[in-house]
């Protein structure tokens, strides 16, 4: 089962950086790498849980070091999702992750938007730029660099919360997602992938978060997925990433035919594709050999992502 064309909505933009591409920048850069070839790092991809593949994804874009590098990788990701049946994405990047390793913002910001200002014309997708922040470093912290970007007018739509969950819930972000709906930001935060399902309440009530990154663990809280469907806020749902970092055990156990059953506005995403095993497509490849949807669920999955995309009417109709 191919993808339908879609929107993808939960795309880490550093998640999209193939071993390959690894190597080539590293060559490019200088860089010695503590792998000897492809197979060494490709060895790695074996997760237990986030904090398992977090150490790896932040360790291997230490390769990105200039605009070019940032240009390329974005560019690399377009062109296989357009491939995948991607016409509108909007992309998450980690710019304190950057900064923690002495890149400039102007150098992963401008990198990135410069893929990204071409992509129309070169992928026929149309994108926004979201800058996640960490949650597991200090909020003050995270403020800060929102007044950078606001500071150098960075082309972005909206902030996310993303990285290690538990622990960090979101009530410490308030004041960072205050200041981004002052400057009309749009809002997402990851809630509900390991966290328990107080957190995606809390993104909501909060934050003030639009759309819900993962939020698979509200299928424990009963009263909480009545809500979510009431409210139709949109869950933006990874099934090879959940499966790889064992929030589920296999994808047969993936709540996502569930989720539609209750009438939550789920969409599929890919998340960090070089490091869960495929983009889109493969994400609904794979749902298609393990579960039966109907035309009509899979019609809904895709109409679920364009609906929930921050875009005007015009190009949400073109997508319809
Ligand atoms: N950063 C990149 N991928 C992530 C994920 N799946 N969850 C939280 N933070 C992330
Ligand atoms: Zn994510």
Redesign the pocket.
């Known amino acids: 089962m191919a993808g339908p064309p879609c929107a993808e909505l939960?795309l880490?933009i550093?998640?999209t950086l193939e071993p390959e591409l690894i190597f080539d920048l590293a060559e490019r850069n200088g860089i010695s790498l503590p792998y000897s070839d492809l197979d060494e790092l490709r060895a790695r991809y074996e997760f237990t849980d986030?904090q398992s593949?977090?150490d790896l994804?932040y360790r291997n874009m230490d390769v990105l070091r200039t605009e070019a590098d940032f240009a390329d990788m974005t560019r690399a990701y377009l062109r296989r999702a357009a491939a995948a049946g991607v016409r509108h994405s909007e992309i998450?990047m980690?710019p304190q992750a950057h900064l923690a390793r002495g890149v400039a913002l102007e150098t992963c910001v401008n990198g990135v938007a410069s893929a990204l200002a071409d992509s129309e014309s070169e992928f026929g997708i149309s994108t926004g730029l979201i800058a996640?922040f960490?949650?597991d470093r200090p909020a003050e912290e995270a403020l800060e660099v929102l007044e950078q970007l606001l500071d150098m007018e960075a082309p972005i739509i909206g902030i996310g919360l993303?990285?290690?969950?538990v622990g960090h819930p979101p009530s410490g972000f308030v004041d960072l997602y205050e200041r981004a709906r002052a400057a009309g930001l749009r809002r997402i935060a990851?809630a509900g992938?390991?966290g328990p399902p107080g957190y995606i309440t809390e993104a909501l009530d909060l934050l003030g978060a639009e759309r819900i990154?993962?939020g698979i663990r509200c299928m424990e809280d009963d009263a909480l997925v009545q809500r979510l469907a009431a409210e139709q806020v949109p869950l933006t749902v990874?099934p090879l990433?959940n499966v790889r970092?064992r929030a589920v055990d296999t994808l047969k156990d993936h709540p996502l035919p569930a989720m539609l059953a209750r009438g939550l506005n789920v969409c599929v995403n890919s998340?960090?594709p070089a490091?869960f095993g495929g983009y889109v497509d493969e994400n609904f490849a794979q749902l298609g050999r393990t579960f039966t949807f109907t035309a009509d669920d899979l019609a809904r999955l895709a109409v679920n992502s364009v609906r929930s995309a921050f875009i005007g009417a015009e190009r949400r109709s073109a997508l319809l």
């Open positions: 939960h880490h550093e998640g986030l593949f977090l994804y998450m980690d996640a960490l949650r993303d990285s290690a969950e990851h992938e390991e990154d993962h990874c990433s970092l998340d960090d490091y």
